[in-house]
């Protein structure tokens, strides 16, 4: 997942005028976000901020900012692109820099005084924006520019620059009367607050939901690895002689596979499920209802049926209908396959008199069972040949050197924010350095669920910056003295991060609003996506798949094996998959009107219309702890995850046509596709890359729903 920021602003870069102390709104000097970080590509230096250091220097950043704003708004000189657009670009560097440490600590380290700055500064962030993007003299400015823009004689990068930040501002309510916009400010401002809210509630939610276990039996099936991660978290929570496993981010489990309690079984699957809905302090439903209501009435004051419509104006799918068709094209192949797979595991339970109708937290369990059975494969046969560190360095790094011609140095010299994140140099093919990257791979109580890529410091030639990244996981932390063996779905997780940041690293784009990873939600997932297809190349898993006892690379006998079994049980993990997308759909495509919703009702009446209400096959996220569209951006957009999907298929296609796994071929996808930001019209861009508009086949393919 690519983090967008829950605090909105633009990015920002201040103007040289006045003191220091005046440039800075106020910060006082000793603050150490006053000025630039003088570590290496300015890195964070996580060793000397406090948590007391955020609030000043948000409030300052933000004063900065409006003050820049006001200058370019009220420069009595006529409309330029110079004196507007690029002035705009060089705006509030001092709030950048909080705002890109802050959400660095509050997703990954967060502490109760981090979410109080979160709860507190979340309004008043959104005010702030609204302060730009709904100011009249400003997009008077911009709109003189861009009526005129067939006669500037842009390049064709600040040609996209001006269409972008057009709509944007038409977006965002630059057109409104002035009373609209008041009632937009106030929505804005109350859903910027209640998202803070709803990321506190889950990650408190998430962690008070994990299941304590008196009796070492009831952990029957789980490696004696894994028991003994049961017992210290439940030991860390102050429940000696207990055991605690803790909840994923997820609806299902990792555990689920290897528990051989069906109570036990139940009892997770149900903590899980339920993370969110207990009547207490952390139940999501009433924030998330009004949340969905708050944007519906957004939406229509702007001039829009549903938030859904509105939000995917500057998508490349354009429109929900096109959202809608392109998922119906998928829902029945992985429904019916889905079907068959359940009618598959009930055969199973039935073979063994287990005298019980397969729910779905028995899914996992009996559908391990099945894979072992028809591939002669188990899991804990792959987990020994996949110790982290082999992964990153001779995997999902080897892979780039391979491509990109990239090499890695770690470095123990820079400051982190916690012990177990890691930091590296990346060299380019010519020497120099390109990017620094960090990594924080193993999960923690205050380190909300899942994975994702972000920047510390933004790529930009007029700024004279270079990408600062970091990868964020949830994998298990082995007890002391134990090797970290991940499985082969956290393969797929870190390169899929990593090609997050690879969209950062070869970002290399003259303005910060273009550079990157700063594309449509239904493109960004697209590199990172791309990238997992190395995990399972050739010449890449030779690799890194090597015995952490022995040294011996995995035998081709039992590569072969993962190969033949990879469609196995993707009925079950697309129609999950799909589920999300739908509630997100149909949570944004409310009218203005809609009263507020029952939760749960809603949920089921969503999925039982499109088809996807099988019992045995829940949502991957339920409506009540689905991150990504409460909390991190993806509203109306999660569906970019399949959509995407279909991009990195069809464009690993052009791969196996033409010669697959080459530096010629990464270097042709690195200059016409992730080294561009966002400088082109996507849907033009991968059109150039692949010599045709993508095709859903190969996706299709991958997920075994169609023969090839």
Same mark, same amino acid.
């Given at each position: ?89 060089? $705006? ?183 993370? $969110? ?6 139940? $999501? ?424």
């Amino acid at each position: 997942m690519k983090y967008t920021y829950r605090l909105p602003l633009l990015v920002m870069l201040t103007i040289s005028t006045g003191s220091a102390f005046a440039q800075n709104g106020g910060l006082d000097p000793s603050n150490p976000f006053f000025t630039p970080s003088n570590l290496p590509l300015h890195a964070p230096a996580f060793d000397k901020i406090k948590n007391s250091d955020y609030k000043p220097a948000f409030e300052a950043g933000m004063k900065q900012r409006l003050e820049e704003i006001k200058k370019i708004a009220n420069n009595p000189a006529a409309p330029t692109f110079a004196n507007t657009l690029v002035a705009m670009e060089k $705006t509030g560097l001092l709030l950048t820099r909080v705002q890109e440490t802050f959400d660095v600590l509050a997703g990954a380290y967060t502490n109760p005084e981090l979410q109080k700055v979160e709860e507190e500064e979340a309004p008043k962030l959104a005010a702030n924006s609204d302060e730009v993007y709904l100011n009249t003299k400003l997009f008077k400015r911009i709109e003189a520019i861009y009526t005129k823009r067939a006669q500037l004689k842009l390049d064709a990068e600040s040609k996209r620059l001006l269409e972008v930040y057009y709509q944007n501002f038409v977006l965002a309510g630059a057109r409104l009367s002035e009373t609209d916009k008041e009632k937009l400010k106030k929505l804005n401002q109350e859903e910027a607050s209640l998202s803070a809210k709803f990321s506190s509630q889950l990650l408190a939610g998430t962690k008070a939901g994990g299941v304590l276990l008196n009796d070492k039996s009831e952990l029957a099936g789980l490696s004696d690895a894994a028991i003994e991660v049961a017992a210290r978290n439940a030991k860390a929570a102050g429940h000696d002689r207990q055991y605690l496993i803790s909840l994923q981010n997820t609806t299902q489990q990792p555990d689920l596979q290897s528990l051989t309690n069906r109570a036990t079984r139940q009892k997770l699957y149900e903590s899980s499920i339920n993370r $969110t809905e207990r009547g207490d302090a952390n139940d $999501t439903r009433a924030t998330i209802a009004r949340m969905a209501q708050i944007r519906a009435q957004k939406a229509s004051l702007l001039g829009f049926s549903s938030y859904a419509a509105w939000k995917l104006q500057n998508q490349m799918a354009k429109t929900p209908a096109a959202v809608e068709s392109f998922l119906s094209k998928l829902v029945p192949a992985a429904t019916a396959k889905a079907k068959q797979e359940a009618a598959d595991i009930q055969a199973l339970i039935d073979e063994q008199k287990g005298g019980f109708k397969v729910e779905a937290w028995d899914w996992n369990f009996y559908s391990e069972q099945l894979r072992k059975a028809r591939f002669d494969l188990d899991e804990n046969q792959i987990k020994p040949y996949l110790e982290i560190d082999n992964v990153l360095r001779n995997g999902v790094f080897y892979a780039a050197n391979l491509l990109y011609g990239l090499t890695f140095k770690e470095r123990k010299d820079l400051p982190v924010y916690q012990e177990d994140v890691r930091v590296f140099d990346v060299i380019d093919k010519d020497g120099s350095q390109l990017a620094i990257f960090y990594c924080d791979y193993f999960k923690r109580d205050n380190k909300r669920g899942g994975a994702w890529m972000s920047n510390m410091v933004d790529q930009s030639k007029l700024l004279g910056t270079k990408p600062v990244i970091y990868n964020v996981c949830n994998f298990t932390k082995p007890a002391p003295g134990q090797p970290a063996l991940i499985s082969a779905s956290d393969v797929r997780t870190m390169f899929h991060e990593f090609g997050h940041a690879l969209h950062g690293m070869f970002a290399s784009q003259q303005y910060p609003t273009l550079s990157g990873t700063a594309t449509a939600r239904d493109f960004v997932e697209f590199p990172s996506q791309f990238n997992e297809h190395w995990a399972m190349d050739p010449k890449v898993i030779k690799h890194y798949a090597i015995h952490y006892k022995t040294g011996e690379p995995m035998p081709q006998e039992l590569i072969n094996k993962i190969n033949k079994a990879a469609t196995f049980n993707q009925g079950y993990s697309f129609t999950e998959i799909l589920a999300a997308h739908n509630l997100d759909l149909q949570w944004h495509n409310l009218p203005a009107n809609a009263p507020l919703k029952d939760v749960d009702q809603y949920e089921a009446e969503s999925l039982h219309k499109t088809g996807l209400d099988l019992p045995q096959v829940p949502p991957r996220y339920r409506s009540t702890y689905f991150a990504h569209i409460w909390g991190n951006g993806y509203a109306a957009g999660y569906y970019a995850y399949s959509w995407t999907e279909m991009l990195a298929h069809d464009a690993f296609a052009w791969f196996q046509e033409n010669g697959g796994l080459t530096r010629a071929n990464g270097q042709r996808f690195r200059d016409m596709v992730i080294s561009r930001g966002n400088s082109q019209d996507l849907a033009t861009m991968y059109r150039n890359f692949r010599g045709k508009d993508p095709q859903i086949k190969p996706l299709l393919i991958s997920r075994g729903l169609i023969k090839e």
